[in-house]
């Protein structure tokens, strides 16, 4: 299996549109970084307005943590739309290519195969989001020193530097998890169809409804809205909360975890019964 996922990655790896996620965060965090190294100080003065009379704050409040706390805030909601180029490819890839016989005749069977695409998709999830901690959070630290984190959510909270990182941590662990449930979603349209182009539109559209089924102020929507994945995706920002509600966090995952493990099974199971003809 292992040699399996190695040689997933090698061919997700030779494709361009492989590297437009990871260029399109590094591009858009090193904009996010250079802005706010030269105008942060009066967006801070400007958040902090009406409070700085009543309260003397104390310690750097534009730093790293603030800037990965913002970058993460502004990316998180497009990165879905990076992430289904590569998994929308993954098996309409070898349609277009007409490789699946000759990956079919390897000695392994399809239930290894395809679940070696969904580690393989997962593990792309993990080094778009490692990679945007890194520059994130990693550069930003070292660009803009370490402090207090300013957290401007319901209302302005403000954590102290011993209390941030493992905020982070689950944050984008929670990230992780809601990406991987787009990710898995757009391997399912792609175990259907023979071009990528298809799973990549069905996945943003599926995406889309889903969002605005949840803003309709319709008794029948919003009795399901709390099923919908799209409901849980954000639910990272709950770390950065003055208390983190674990209930929600908890309910949340498990839902999450339920999507992913029906889109493997669904998949797995389309994969096993296709019929292959190139």
């Given at each position: 299996?292992m040699?399996?996922?190695?040689?997933?990655?090698?061919?997700?790896?030779?494709?361009?549109?492989?590297?437009?996620?990871?260029?399109?965060?590094?591009?858009l965090?090193?904009?996010?970084?250079?802005?706010?190294?030269?105008?942060?100080?009066?967006f801070?003065?400007?958040?902090?307005r009406?409070?700085?009379?009543?309260?003397?704050?104390?310690g750097?409040?534009?730093?790293?943590?603030?800037?990965?706390?913002?970058?993460?805030?502004?990316?998180?909601?497009?990165?879905?739309?990076?992430?289904?180029?590569?998994?929308?490819?993954?098996?309409?890839?070898?349609?277009?290519?007409?490789?699946?016989?000759?990956?079919?005749?390897r000695?392994?069977?399809?239930?290894?195969?395809?679940?070696?695409k969904?580690?393989?998709?997962?593990?792309?999830?993990?080094?778009?989001?490692?990679?945007?901690a890194?520059?994130?959070?990693?550069?930003?630290?070292?660009?803009?020193?370490?402090?207090?984190?300013?957290?401007?959510?319901?209302?302005?909270?403000?954590?102290?530097?011993?209390?941030?990182?493992?905020?982070?941590?689950?944050?984008?662990?929670?990230?992780?998890?809601?990406?991987?449930?787009v990710?898995?979603?757009?391997?399912i349209?792609?175990?259907?169809?023979?071009?990528?182009?298809?799973?990549?539109?069905?996945?943003?559209?599926?995406?889309?409804?889903?969002?605005?089924?949840?803003?309709?102020?319709?008794?029948?929507?919003?009795?399901?809205?709390?099923?919908?994945?799209?409901t849980?995706?954000?639910?990272?920002?709950?770390?950065?909360?003055?208390?983190?509600?674990?209930?929600?966090?908890?309910?949340?995952?498990w839902?999450?975890?339920?999507?992913?493990?029906?889109?493997?099974?669904v998949?797995?199971?389309?994969f096993?019964?296709?019929?292959?003809?190139?």
């Amino acid at each position: 299996m292992m040699t399996l996922v190695f040689i997933e990655l090698q061919k997700m790896f030779k494709k361009w549109r492989t590297y437009i996620g990871i260029i399109a965060v590094g591009f858009l965090t090193i904009i996010v970084q250079l802005v706010l190294y030269f105008t942060g100080k009066n967006f801070v003065d400007s958040q902090m307005r009406g409070i700085e009379q009543s309260f003397v704050i104390v310690g750097n409040l534009l730093n790293g943590y603030f800037i990965a706390r913002m970058i993460l805030t502004l990316l998180i909601i497009h990165i879905p739309f990076l992430i289904v180029l590569v998994g929308g490819d993954l098996l309409a890839g070898e349609a277009t290519a007409g490789t699946y016989r000759m990956i079919l005749t390897r000695p392994v069977s399809r239930f290894q195969v395809i679940t070696s695409k969904f580690i393989a998709g997962m593990l792309y999830v993990i080094i778009l989001l490692v990679w945007l901690a890194f520059l994130s959070l990693g550069v930003s630290l070292i660009v803009f020193g370490s402090g207090p984190l300013l957290s401007m959510g319901s209302g302005i909270v403000i954590f102290a530097e011993n209390d941030i990182l493992w905020r982070f941590l689950g944050a984008y662990a929670f990230a992780a998890l809601s990406m991987t449930t787009v990710i898995f979603i757009s391997i399912i349209f792609s175990s259907l169809v023979q071009n990528a182009i298809g799973p990549i539109v069905s996945t943003m559209a599926i995406i889309i409804i889903f969002l605005i089924i949840s803003a309709i102020p319709v008794d029948f929507l919003q009795s399901i809205k709390p099923y919908l994945f799209t409901t849980h995706m954000t639910q990272w920002n709950n770390f950065f909360n003055d208390e983190v509600n674990y209930t929600e966090i908890f309910n949340s995952t498990w839902i999450l975890l339920a999507h992913i493990v029906g889109l493997y099974a669904v998949t797995t199971y389309i994969f096993m019964k296709k019929d292959i003809l190139s």
